[in-house]
């Protein structure tokens, strides 16, 4: 078992999972270019021993694969999995840990252990010190892309009740003081957001720490969705197999195991523009005013590792630690919403903005014609847990006469586009939440949602080609089965679509029987649209508001409830969406040297 994070890239290097690359790289869009290419390609954690304007080496990728992450953790893979099973009282195997000694969860190897001073191989350094990491050629400068945010509850101070939560971190740019001033990048819903409003109520500003770096199950706890009792350093030394140990400095926790150290204090009141920066749905996210974080100290071990990723569009390293995740939790889905057999975030589509599910439908065994009734209640369900609430998009089925995957997604979106009836199974929720990083809303946060049901009988047959009668027609593209892909114009603005949408539904009403079309998805370019799966779900479902681009031909609203005979969505590119995530060319040309025959990366090229 690691004692820190070196050890770890030292038993990857032994394993072959790991390459240096001793050459000095500019963080300055260099190394994220190079982690992008090395990832694409499948291959190994990288080791950048020589950052320009840094002494610390940095490492990326260690989380690249699904099969890389288990391999770090595989002495405590299993015990970890059994333990995050116990669900309904995991303090249970800490408090009895006899009981459950099979797991290997004993409060020696799980419980934080508390300190009573800074270790000596912590030593104080600048924030211009640090790799300064820029990823994306109109960020607003350097970010940490894997922090682990550490706050504590101002009415329960303590570690058993503090919040460890990923948030974004900006180092420098925009207005940011170096050295002095750094920015949040937190949703108000998130446990630090929730005790930085107790701590507003009490007029005190809240402390932080920020920890990077150490042990690798501890990066993957500031993401865990943990069970209720269960915290986030008790589930680092689980995972970890030792104890998260930490100490109290001035007043900040101070992780003993991180690599490096950031505290400082978040004031009432007090923001800053943060942003623009790449981000998990594969575009900008804009400059918006976000909490300032005063700096206090900032602390390094000796032989500090600075660790990163690279966020952009799907897939990426968040996209193994997705499915670590899942893996992790298992069906903790199925025991905190009822009914519910399966839920999936799709990757390709940025993950928030689109859901699959699969429920039960026992409410009405004795009708003639079964209809969505139970998945509605565990669809408002869906949308009202954690993180699921960010969805616009939500397909949920009910699983009958044979076995359904939400991972198999053209299967998927197959079975209830022959199923659902587009008059009565299309459910919206408008004015509501959805994530603060998705512009295709009406402002920020602010969005709308829609539900797609389906159970029982078939109800039509999909189109397995582009229908003839569509030959021709505004560059028509057949997606998948049931799915077309029609090009229009440029959007301009949205007192133009309703004249559009009268006109296109006209013309396609004159084409005849398009039945086995329910879909039509208008879109810039239908080539690109059509050209995989992975194009057709992040274009479609990152860049429509359900409330404002769904259209329909011979749609009408019968007591409020809104239906169609075949469904459009627009997925253009509106003028108030973020821009899209462009790598810099003349870097790419730059970083080729890495990858050439006979280069350190040269057996990864094409």
């Excluded at 804009?286 to 660790?307: Q, S």
């Excluded at 009910?398 to 209830?416: G, M, N, R």
């Excluded at 039509?520 to 409330?547: G, H, K, Q």
């Excluded at 969406?577 to 890495?594: G, M, N, S, Y």
Aim: hydrophobic share 35%; charged share 25%; glycine share 8%.
């Amino acid at each position: 078992m690691y004692q820190n994070l070196e050890e770890c890239i030292v038993d990857l290097e032994k394993n072959g999972q790991l390459i240096r690359i001793k050459e000095e790289v500019d963080p300055h869009l260099e190394m994220a270019a190079i982690h992008l290419k090395v990832f694409n390609e499948n291959g190994p954690a990288i080791l950048f021993e020589d950052v320009k304007g840094s002494k610390f080496p940095a490492v990326s990728n260690l989380f690249g694969t699904v099969e890389r992450s288990k391999f770090i953790f595989r002495k405590t893979w299993e015990k970890t999995q059994e333990i995050i099973g116990l669900r309904n009282d995991p303090m249970s195997a800490l408090k009895s840990p006899f009981k459950h000694v099979g797991s290997g969860l004993a409060a020696t190897k799980a419980l934080p252990q508390k300190k009573s001073s800074l270790p000596s191989t912590f030593k104080e350094v600048k924030i211009s010190d640090l790799p300064l990491i820029h990823h994306w050629p109109d960020d607003g400068g350097a970010f940490v892309t894997l922090p682990q945010v550490y706050s504590e509850d101002p009415e329960k101070p303590g570690i058993m009740n503090a919040n460890l939560g990923m948030y974004r971190v900006q180092l420098s740019g925009n207005e940011y003081e170096l050295n002095k001033e750094i920015g949040l990048h937190y949703q108000i819903h998130r446990g630090i957001g929730v005790h930085q409003a107790k701590a507003v109520k009490q007029g005190k500003p809240l402390k932080v720490s920020i920890f990077i770096g150490g042990h690798p199950s501890h990066t993957l706890s500031a993401v865990m969705p943990l069970p209720e009792g269960l915290s986030e350093m008790t589930f680092a030394g689980m995972l970890a197999g030792r104890r998260f140990r930490y100490s109290y400095e001035d007043g900040y926790c101070i992780s003993h195991d991180a690599d490096f150290v950031i505290t400082g204090e978040i004031h009432p009141g007090e923001t800053k523009p943060e942003g623009p920066f790449g981000d998990h749905l594969g575009y900008y996210s804009l400059t918006h005013e976000f909490p300032l974080m005063l700096v206090h100290k900032v602390y390094a071990r000796d032989n500090a590792i600075w660790p990163f990723t690279v966020v952009g569009r799907p897939p990426q390293e968040d996209t193994a630690f997705g499915d670590l995740i899942h893996e992790l939790t298992g069906d903790a889905v199925k025991q905190e919403i009822p009914g519910v057999k399966e839920v999936h975030a799709v990757d390709a589509a940025g993950v928030h903005p689109l859901l699959f599910a699969i429920g039960s439908e026992r409410y009405t065994p004795y009708q003639k014609v079964k209809q969505p009734a139970e998945l509605l209640t565990i669809a408002n369900r869906v949308l009202g847990t954690g993180q699921l609430s960010l969805a616009k998009y939500l397909f949920i089925a009910a699983e009958e006469d044979k076995p359904l995957s939400t991972h198999k997604e053209v299967e998927f979106l197959s079975y209830i586009l022959e199923r659902m009836d587009l008059r009565r199974d299309i459910h919206f929720q408008t004015n509501t939440t959805i994530d603060t990083l998705d512009y295709s809303g009406t402002g920020l946060n602010t969005g709308s949602k829609v539900v797609f049901a389906a159970c029982g009988d078939k109800k039509r047959d999909l189109a397995s080609s582009l229908p003839s009668e569509l030959e021709g027609f505004m560059n028509a593209r057949f997606v998948m089965p049931g799915v077309v892909a029609l090009q229009a114009s440029k959007f301009e603005d949205y007192t133009k679509v309703e004249q559009e949408m009268n006109e296109l539904t006209a013309a396609l009403k004159q084409k005849g029987d398009l039945s086995g079309c329910p879909l039509f998805i208008v879109c810039d370019d239908s080539e690109f649209m059509s050209a995989s799966l992975s194009n057709f779900l992040w274009a479609t479902f990152t860049r429509s508001n359900p409330s404002h681009d769904m259209h329909g031909v011979n749609s009408s609203i019968e007591h409020k409830h809104w239906g169609c005979d075949n469904l459009i969505i627009d997925a253009r590119i509106k003028p108030h969406h973020a821009p899209p995530l462009i790598p810099d060319a003349t870097v790419e040309k730059k970083i080729q040297r890495f990858f050439e025959k006979g280069a350190v990366l040269g057996n990864l090229s094409k």
